[in-house]
């Protein structure tokens, strides 16, 4: 049931930044960026400006996006339309869906730009993404900075820290206390945090043990299978079964007794330590856009867990200070 509603939010948040299809996007503003192949900040896609976007009208023909570099068109302008009838789409837009059409653009564009940011870790200011990004869409801001941040936060698993709040400085890193990003290199890998969260989610919600099949069967749900390569994920047998049980994250053992051999996963220590079923499970219900005590026995549990961490962690200063 989790994972059903996940996917509905992954696709309506991809949906968002410019459409599903594999060729335009948001989902190639993914691709590219991992490829390294996304448009440096030198060369900027060619927008219409305000005015243009006003001043069109029903027959106007305002070419509203550049017919190459690594951000296309909405889907009703590509696949099978030919040359013609994208144009004569185009020359029929509204000045609203001219807009709308520039804000993709810009989303997709300032995605590129702090996807740079974090693999470089390099801080940045609401300044440089004004001056460098939305430039004359200043007006627009807010909205495309926000469902870019939602974007980040719930499909990759990139949280925003403020750094500095009177030069509106940031930086962005990892969600949920997680120290994995899982990115081998800076320019040919995308972040996989979020969905090392949706496992440890998942583990949790099948009583903190999830059996290899039913953890799959899951997973598929998001489009993610067993063998298949993932667009942003890679192999996910090689992520689940080696790379994240030798970063301590996932413990993936035979299930006791079992003849032929079953496997199950459970969280790893390093998941134990570096985060919080509460926080997982606050993770996953905005995935859903649901209120965490939506999932009420998880709720409950996560509750239970953290108010165990506090005692712990009470008892272990109170040990410290009588040792002293």
């Known amino acids: 049931m989790v994972l059903r509603s996940h996917k509905c939010r992954l696709c309506k948040l991809v949906g968002e930044l410019g459409g599903e299809a594999p060729e335009g996007g948001f989902k190639t503003v993914l691709l590219s960026v991992r490829q390294g192949d996304a448009a440096s900040s030198s060369s900027p896609l060619a927008l219409p400006t305000q005015r243009e976007v006003s001043a069109a009208g029903p027959s106007s023909g305002a070419q509203v996006l550049p017919s190459t570099g690594s951000v296309t068109h909405r889907r009703y302008s590509a696949g099978s339309q030919s040359q013609g009838s994208a144009e004569a789409s185009q020359d029929e837009a509204s000045p609203e869906a001219l807009l709308e059409q520039a804000l993709d653009v810009k989303r997709c564009e300032l ?117 298949r390569e993932h667009h942003l994920y890679g192999e996910p047998r090689k992520l689940l079964t080696e790379e994240w049980v030798r970063e301590g994250y996932i413990e993936y053992r035979q299930v006791p007794h079992s003849d032929p051999a079953r496997y199950e996963f459970l969280w790893g220590p390093r998941a134990h330590a570096e985060t919080t079923k509460m926080r997982v499970l606050k993770h996953l219900a905005k995935f859903n856009q649901v209120n965490p005590r939506s999932f009420s026995s998880l709720y409950d549990e996560a509750l239970r867990d953290e108010n165990e961490r506090a005692q712990a962690g009470e008892a272990s200063q109170a040990s410290g200070d009588a040792r002293a």
């Open 111 to 227: 995605m590129q730009f702090l996807l740079r940011k974090y693999r470089m870790k390099e801080l940045f200011t609401r300044a440089e993404m004004l001056s460098y990004v939305i430039r004359e869409y200043k007006g627009h801001f807010h909205e495309i900075f926000s469902k870019v941040l939602n974007c980040l936060q719930v499909a990759l698993g990139i949280d925003l820290r403020v750094v500095d709040p009177n030069q509106h400085c940031y930086m962005l890193e990892t969600a949920l206390g997680l120290t994995y990003d899982g990115m081998q290199d800076h320019h040919q890998s995308m972040p996989k945090t979020s969905f090392l969260i949706m496992v440890l989610g998942l583990i949790f919600s099948k009583g903190n043990c999830a059996p290899e099949e039913e953890l799959w069967e899951s997973l598929s749900v998001m489009e993610v299978y067993d063998g």
